[in-house]
């Protein structure tokens, strides 16, 4: 039987504090990596957490535009390893009779880092996906609501809670409720798992939610998000340049530097309105 990765692991370390070490056990986020493929063809390599896999490469697969719905994704497995024996670290789709996909867009000169969504395409051309529509504009929410979100993220971020290492994506409907939350090395995979699942479960697009995220707002979560159809993004550090130009370019309200009651609008600022005026 095949045995998945655990998600953190204890290691010995020595705590230094006040000038005095002590021997301790402590907890470390596990960081692996996860080959994709499509129907035996090998279409991108991560680092990862372990955990929900298949909502990973399905999320991979439909934010990178190479699956445009649940029913494209025929079925998701873990596939081989180099020693020809199943791997926790290789998931295999294969897509439904019939479906023509461009696999060679998807070719990388090298693995994408944990830390990066767009690391090693092949040029800068296939960094934007094509197809991106903008997201729908009925969605307000009030800033009394939004500046409760970064306690409610913390509140269910049970591996970073063990490990102190890991970013975490989470959607919200509208009044502030949680609907789902993910965990991972990597921001962008943590987007992906969100994203896959949504699509797995047949609820995309999410136009009506708001993509919450604990490290920065990066143009490749802003990209995941719009292929989502998500209209608001919003997070705890600050976006980067390519994110401001992509949400303006798509009518996305991005939000970044939420602390206590305070938080920076970049884009969108149209869809926060005071409780008052709603």
């Known amino acids: 039987m095949l045995k998945l990765s655990e998600q953190a692991r204890a290691t010995p370390v020595v705590e230094w504090n006040a000038g005095t070490p002590r021997s301790v056990q402590d907890e470390v986020a596990i960081e692996e990596p996860i080959e994709i493929r499509v129907g035996g063809t090998s279409v991108s390599v991560t680092m990862r957490t372990p955990g929900d896999d298949f909502e990973l490469a399905a999320g991979f697969l439909f934010t990178e535009r190479i699956v445009s719905g649940r029913d494209d994704i025929a079925s998701l497995d873990y596939g081989n390893g180099p020693d020809k024996r199943p791997s926790a670290n290789v998931v295999d789709v294969t897509l439904r009779a019939g479906k023509k996909v461009d696999l060679a867009r998807l070719q990388r000169h090298f693995y994408a880092a944990s830390s990066c969504g767009v690391c090693g395409k092949a040029s800068i051309c296939a ?40 970013h975490a994506a989470a959607l919200f409907d509208g009044s502030g409720a949680m609907l789902d939350v993910r965990e991972d090395v990597g921001r962008h995979n943590a987007v992906d798992k969100i994203i896959g699942r ?39 550090s600050a976006p980067s340049s390519l994110a401001v130009e992509l949400a303006r370019e798509y009518g996305l309200t991005l939000i970044g530097f939420i602390r206590g009651h305070r938080f920076v609008v970049y884009s969108g600022n149209e869809r926060l309105v005071a409780d008052g005026e709603r």
Do not use: C, N, W, Y
């Open 127 to 166: 960094v934007r996906v094509h197809g991106i529509r903008r997201p729908a504009e009925d969605l307000r929410i009030s800033p009394e609501m939004l500046a409760e979100l970064p306690d409610i993220l913390r509140s269910r971020q049970a591996v970073f809670d063990r490990t102190g290492g890991l």
């Open 198 to 236: 949504a699509l797995l479960d047949r609820r995309l697009p999410l136009s009506h939610q708001i993509l919450f995220v604990s490290g920065r707002g990066a143009f490749e979560i802003v990209q995941k998000a719009l292929v989502a159809g998500v209209p608001i993004v919003a997070s705890v």
